[in-house]
């Protein structure tokens, strides 16, 4: 298994160079889910058909671009062909989930969030640096992942 994230391409005035998630805002009245397939087509070529859903995770607000994230999890059989198919996405990372759940892959640094002290996680990707909530997402994915994985789950 895998994990699927992008590439932000570098002219965007957002997020530009980041990684993240396929993903995107909602367009007229369609559901969060709708959405997050429809974006997943538009930005990775994941047809929406071949997804199933397995649930969500916890809403995430955004301050700097003033957006709350709803995160779906799904899966796919096998591993469909994933290439960048809109302005936004410079490449498709498929990252081991295997990788992912290596504790040499994940680093924390401190932060004041808030008025809070809280640990930020940080992942290596592919030479790439997973963080801010991305990384946020990822950690609360990967502990669901070792929780289900857990002998007395």
């Known amino acids: ?3 699927v994230l992008t590439v932000r391409r570098e002219h965007l005035p957002d997020h530009a160079g980041q990684i993240s998630f396929p993903g995107g805002q909602r367009e007229g009245d369609e559901s969060l889910l709708d959405a997050a397939l429809r974006e997943s087509e538009e930005e990775v070529a994941l047809p ?17 671009s003033d957006f709350c994230v709803h995160p779906f999890v799904g899966r796919t059989e096998g591993a469909p062909e994933l290439h960048p198919t809109d302005e936004e996405v410079e490449q498709v990372l498929r990252v ?8 040499a892959t994940r680093t924390t640094e401190p932060r004041r969030l808030g008025g809070t002290d809280v640990e930020v996680p940080y992942y290596d990707v592919a030479g790439h640096t997973v963080w801010g909530a991305t990384a946020m997402m990822l950690a609360e994915f990967l502990a669901v992942v070792r929780d289900a994985a857990a002998p007395d789950a």
């Open 48 to 64: 929406p058909a071949s997804v199933r859903v397995l649930g969500r995770l916890t809403p995430l607000y955004i301050p700097p």
């Open 96 to 103: 081991p989930l295997a990788h992912l759940l290596d504790p």
């Open 1 to 3: 298994p895998a994990v």
